[in-house]
Every structure is written in structure tokens, then in C-alpha cells.
């Protein structure tokens, strides 16, 4: 169960060649490939020396009080230069006020002197993973209020688009809803783009992924020797998401005991490692997701009351694609486009494989719909996806049809009716009270009273 700690190169910046030495001589024998230099100036040649034929600088180790250029001036240096490498800086008694202002402008964290071993390979450890697991994840969008083709025009998703705006505004907790594929994580990582935490790192948890007692240490870390195998100590995804939002994914998986443990995190954002006693703050905004009917799972019993209640603080629900039909086109192509510019192709869709492509069913929703436009690019040989490429690659899949559409009927007709249908459920549901059906459908009260109207 335990991991490895991650390893890299590892700058030391000090003019004390005596301090330099013992950290150089402490991070070799925990594995990093250690250098020490005792300037700025040479700190600066160094990094830059990565781009030729050195290996790259993964963290930069560097003393506060320095001749000529100090500690901060070399942090400033670096957000320009080298905006990915993480700046450790270390401070000796009394200057620990100048290292918390250091870290308001970008540091990674501070180690005081006189170092103590466990706490300085940890500290490097620490800002390894969360730099790495940062280049690691996909490019999100920008802000929901700019005009993001993954929303889509249609109605639905533009008020998906304005309940976004709002909940970047806020601090409180998201709970986002939606089937499998529907585009849960891309909405928080448009609130999180949009928030005062755009900054800070965007850190997902995918919570089915993980058996428990691996989503617990996973979660919140653990401490050196708390169960065989921890040979160190290492932090969890909450800590590593200190400073921006930690994304709970398919939250309606967790089991009890774990419901427990977030419960207290949410409630007074404070957690402990696995084997320590020592209780820590958690500096993060919390958005959740989950393809789950958490209102029936409270019902049964299978997830906790209080913990719902702390979760659903802002909802939004992302409609399926068979609901917003119209969106189709506009994601096919700039699907597309985007596996297009991956593979170095130049290729778009036919405006008959577009029709095509909206005349389907996708259970899978957007993410279904993504892997089918990127298995067209890769078989097709032309410069354009044709109707025919469509259907030959749905041959390929028997179970991929296209929908059946009574005579007559459209697909605003069938939006429509899938609309009406889910109102009625979640009046059914919440027993009549509107202001919970619009909470359920993740709309305001004002549009279900407008929808309720053009039902009547």
C-alpha cells in the first residue's frame, strides 16, 4: 500500500557551502540527484542551462538571506523563467514572517533551520508530487462565462453556464449531478477557472477508482510507519490541493466509514494523516460529483444525511446529451478539431455526417461521443468524415444505431418531452414543494415556475 517517495534534481541554493553540503549529502542518499550552488546568479544559469544539456531542474532548494540577489528576488526571477519548478525556501529563526510572505508570491513551502531530515525529504517530496501531478492533468476551460464550446448553445447548458458563474463566485460547497460521461469534471474545472483559487492547483479524486483503505490514505496521507510498507511520509490529494479545489468524484460511491471521515473534513476542514495525531488544516474549496441519485441513497440509508446536506450546498445538474441534441455539432467538430490538431491531420466533418451524428442515441453522453469522432479521424482517410465513414464506422458496432424517430416527431419534440418527464419526477419526488424539484433539477425557482407555465 505504500508508495515510493518521488525522486528528482534537485537545486540547492545557499552561500553557506557548509549548509549546501549536508543538504546536497541528505537528498543523494534519499535518492535525488542533488546540486549546490551558492549564488542566485548561478541558480538562474542553471535552470537555464535545462533547456541545453543538463537534466532539468525539478525543485529549487533556496536560502532567504543571500548577498547581492536574495531568496525572493530569485523566486521572482523563477516565476518568470521557469514558472513550473516549485521554490523550496529556507529560513533561519526570525525571518519565518518574510518566508510566509514568500510563499503569498508563489513558493512552494519553507524549511527553518536547523533542519530536521524526515522534514526536509518530505517538504521535497511534497512539492515533487503536486508539480508533477499539476503537469499531469488536462488543460481545463478558461471561465464559464466565456464562450466554451463544451457547454454548447442550447437552453440547458447556458444555464449550466450562468449556475457556473455563480458557484466561481462563491466559496461554498458544489455538487454537481449528471449521468456518466455528461461533462461533471470539465464543469468543476470551469469553476475552479473561473474562482479565486484559479491559481491553486485543480486536484481530483475519482472516488470509485479506489478500494477504501486506499481512498483513505489517498485522501488525506499518511505518516511514516503507519502500516506496513510506509517507510516515509506522504501527503494526500487534500494537502496537495491546499490553495485551490480539491474535486470529489463520484462522491455517492464512498463507503460509510469513509462518509464519516469527509464529513468531519467538510465540516470543520480539519483532517488527520493515516497514523498521526497531529490535526491539519485544509486550505481547499470542495466541488463534488456523482452520477448517483443521493436523495433515494439517504432515503435508504446508504449514504449519510449530514453529509448530503454539507455536499448539496450549491447544485448543478448537467443534462445528458439526448436532452440537448442541438449541442451535438458544435462538439463533434470541435472534437474534431482538437484530435485533428493532436494528430497532425487536417480533417473536418461533412455537414451530412454532423446530421448524422446528432441522429444518434449517446447513453454515454459526451465523453461516448468524443471517442467516436476520435475513432472517425483515425480511420478515415480523406480530409473529410463523410456520412459514409459514419456508417461504416458504426457497422463496426452492432449496438450503435441510430434513434428512432416516430413519424413526425422532432428532437426538440423529444427534448421536450424528456424535460417535462424529469419535472414531473422531481415534483413527485419532493411531494410538490417546488423550491425542492428545482433544487433536484439544479435550476432556479423562477424558470421551473416558467416551465411549469408552458406545461399547463
Known sequence: MGDAAETGQVLVV??????????KGLLSQAG???????TAQEALARVASSALDLPPVDVVLTDL??????????????????AGVPVIMLTAHGTVERAVEAMKRGAADFLSKPFDRDEVLYTVDKALRASRYAAEQPAGPTAPTEDAPWLGGSDAMQEVAQLIGRAAKATSTVLIRGESGSGKEVAARAIHAASDRKRGPFVPVHCAALPENLLESELFGYEKGAFT???HRKPGRVELASG??????EIGDVTPSVQVKLLRLLQEKEYQRLGGTESLDADVRFVAATHRDLDEMVEE????????YRLDVIPIWVPPLRERAADIPALARRFCREIAERMNRDIALAPEALEQLRGLDWPGNVRELSNFVERLVVFTDGEIVTGRDVERELARQPR????????????LDRREEAEHAAIREALEKAEGNRTQAARLLGISR??????LAEME
Open 244 to 249: 485551490g479545489t480539491l474535486f470529489l468524484d
Open 446 to 451: 423562477r424558470t421551473l415556475y416558467n416551465k
Open 65 to 82: 538571506r543571500m548577498p547581492g540577489m536574495d531568496g525572493m528576488a530569485l523566486l521572482d526571477a523563477l516565476a518568470e523563467r521557469a
Open 301 to 308: 440509508g446508504t449514504f449519510r444525511e449530514d453529509l448530503f
Open 14 to 23: 545557499d552561500d553557506d557551502r557548509a549548509v549546501g553540503v549536508v543538504l
Open 32 to 38: 535525488h540527484r542533488a546540486e549546490h550552488v551558492t
Open 400 to 411: 450503435r444505431r441510430a434513434s428512432a424517430k416516430p413519424s413526425g416527431e422532432t428532437l
Open 229 to 231: 510498507g510506509a517507510t
